[in-house]
């Protein structure tokens, strides 16, 4: 025989429920990425054009990234790339720390800074040649 409950503690855990649902679905709202802002970096040999790059925080953006140079690049800034909320993901290499572009290619990263912070940028290869930066997020 199924116990019975009061309406109380019925209606409680239907509140209970309805606010759960809610708390996900406003935690999943996805940004709007039709307005992500376009910041473009050109990589070089050996330089990173503009080297110091600038984001808010809560905001979203795409940040195009093209390899003029004739060498493969890397826009590596690990740290920064944990404080994101990413849309494609697959755009970074394995580690999730990097993007790495051959001669010619260019990539598309859309993302949200989370949190504020001063973040390293460097080429994991060409660091030593001066091919490193700065990202600020406000």
Request: charged share 25%.
């Amino acid at each position: 025989m199924a116990r019975r409950e009061g309406n109380g503690v019925a209606g409680a855990r239907v509140a209970a429920v309805l606010l759960l649902c809610a708390l996900v679905q406003s935690a999943g709202m996805a940004a709007d990425w039709t307005a992500a802002r376009l910041v473009t970096v050109i990589e070089t040999d050996y330089s990173f054009e503009p080297a110091d790059l600038r984001f808010r925080a809560k905001t979203p953006y795409r940040l195009h990234l093209e390899n003029r140079g004739a060498e493969r690049h890397d826009f590596t800034a690990p740290e920064f790339f944990q404080t994101v909320e990413l849309r494609n993901p697959d755009a970074l290499e394995r580690e999730q720390t990097s993007i790495g572009l051959q001669p010619g290619e260019q990539k598309d990263v859309y993302f949200v800074p989370r949190q504020s912070g001063r973040y390293t940028l460097r080429c994991a290869d060409h660091d030593w040649a001066g091919m490193t930066g700065t990202i600020v997020v406000e």
